[in-house]
């Protein structure tokens, strides 16, 4: 992208916030402001007239009418990626911004330094980069423990991310025996696993996209385990490594939902994973489990990081508290999902998951600020750092 500079509109009822953006952004080679609107009405002609690759828009105040504006940018202007800027940076409104087509967070008041990492990141997806530079995150959901609420945990993520992201979301089932991702979803998919490893030398992106199954309107696609309890024998590591390889070609995130064992099929899974999320409750069996399991994780050589531990079934009363789990664990719990039996056993025995069949549930809510957490289209900051606020620039005009 060397001569290329990114066309990008800053829309925001505060003249000085748009100043403060326009001095920052100026700094960046890159990118080339072609608007600046405090009127958002008339920002959404011009950027239909004008195809920005990047729009920068406020929703602290006239808040509904920026998310429908943001609505129609996504549905209109297909390749316009749009960052969010707001005071309030509740959870709610971070979701709602993404589910409106947002693709990137910027809370206010800003951070240089965050905007400008923010700016970098996005740079490789615009200007016809970004086949190219496609990235993939591999999530896997673990524990060496059977019953544990991985499955649970994998199936309602994956469709979270897809619904929030609006990207590809693929849903891969490594319980190559015995899976259960098709009976959480209810659904009975045309082709599996076994099916796909058998063609990978001839799979490009059309051929997934019609091979794995599409989860009803959403971006999900799942790939189920076979039929046959020995075509999952016959699947290698070696094959598991390459259809990743593939896969990351054609979705943003792959969900795993990994078997509870240690054999060469799993390792391969979470060695090849950005993150595993390491699912235990609270009972000293599970969290022994746990403990081992980040024991042989160091071993592998996996750095810290890569693992967050999810406590599953979580009650605020329970006996052992989350600061033991810590202790034991060396690690601090990184989200916890509340015990919700009603309602989970009510969407596995209806196959449909708790976020379309109880969307105001606790575990519901859960799951879904868990995936707005895991997201890569959030910009993760700490929210409780703050800057001084810059002194205030006078608002020469609203076009340029
Ligand atoms: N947050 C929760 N609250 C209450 N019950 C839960 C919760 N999560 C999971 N469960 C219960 O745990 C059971 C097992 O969940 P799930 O099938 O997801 O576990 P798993 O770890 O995938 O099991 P397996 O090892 O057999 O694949 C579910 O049937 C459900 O009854
Ligand atoms: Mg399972």
């Known amino acids: 992208m060397t001569n290329y500079q990114i066309p990008t509109v ?17 700094e960046q080679d890159y990118i080339e402001i072609i608007g600046e609107f405090s009127d958002i009405v008339a920002s959404y002609n011009a950027i239909l007239e004008h195809r920005p690759a990047i729009v920068i828009i406020d929703i602290s105040k006239k808040s509904d009418l920026a998310l429908d504006i943001i609505g129609k940018i996504s549905l209109n202007h297909k390749t316009c990626k749009i960052i969010v800027t707001s005071s309030n940076y509740s959870t709610e409104t971070i979701i709602k911004a993404m589910r409106a087509g947002a693709r990137e967070f910027w809370p206010k008041p800003f951070i240089k330094e965050d905007i400008v990492n923010s700016l970098e990141k996005l740079k490789h997806y615009v200007g016809g980069n970004n086949l190219d530079n496609k990235k993939c995150r591999i999530i896997t959901t673990f524990s060496n423990k059977g019953g544990i609420g991985k499955t649970a945990l994998a199936t309602n993520l994956a469709l979270e991310l897809a619904n929030m992201t609006k990207e590809k979301v693929a849903l891969i089932d490594l319980n190559l025996q015995l899976g259960d991702i098709t009976t959480f979803l209810d659904i009975n998919p045309s082709f599996d696993i076994s099916y796909v490893i058998q063609n990978l030398s001839r799979i490009d992106e059309t051929f997934l996209l019609s091979t794995l199954e599409k989860y009803k309107d959403s971006n999900l696609y799942i790939l189920a385990d076979p039929p046959y309890l020995e075509q999952g024998e016959d699947i290698t590591a ?7 390889d593939v896969l990351k070609q054609a979705f943003s995130y792959i969900v795993v939902d990994a078997s509870a064992s240690f054999d060469g099929k799993t390792i391969t899974a979470l060695d090849n994973s950005d993150l595993i999320l390491l699912v235990t409750i609270v009972n000293l069996p599970a969290i022994r489990n746990c403990q081992r399991c980040l024991e042989l994780f160091e071993r592998l050589g996996y750095e810290r990081e890569k693992t967050k531990i999810i406590l599953n079934r979580f009650m605020e009363n329970d006996e052992i508290k989350v600061e033991d789990v810590e202790d034991v664990l060396s690690k601090k719990i990184y989200w916890k999902i509340p015990n919700n039996y009603f309602t989970i056993m009510s969407a596995i025995n209806k196959g449909i998951p708790v976020g379309v069949i109880n969307p105001d549930s606790n575990i519901a809510q859960s799951y879904r600020e868990l995936a707005a957490m895991l997201s890569d289209n959030i910009y993760k900051q700490d929210f409780g750092k703050k800057i001084a606020r810059k002194p205030l620039f006078n608002f020469t005009g609203l076009f340029k």
């Open 238 to 244: 070696e094959q598991i490594s390459k259809l990743f």
């Open 10 to 26: 800053i829309i925001d009822t505060e003249p000085q916030s748009i100043e403060l953006l326009n001095s920052y952004l100026k």
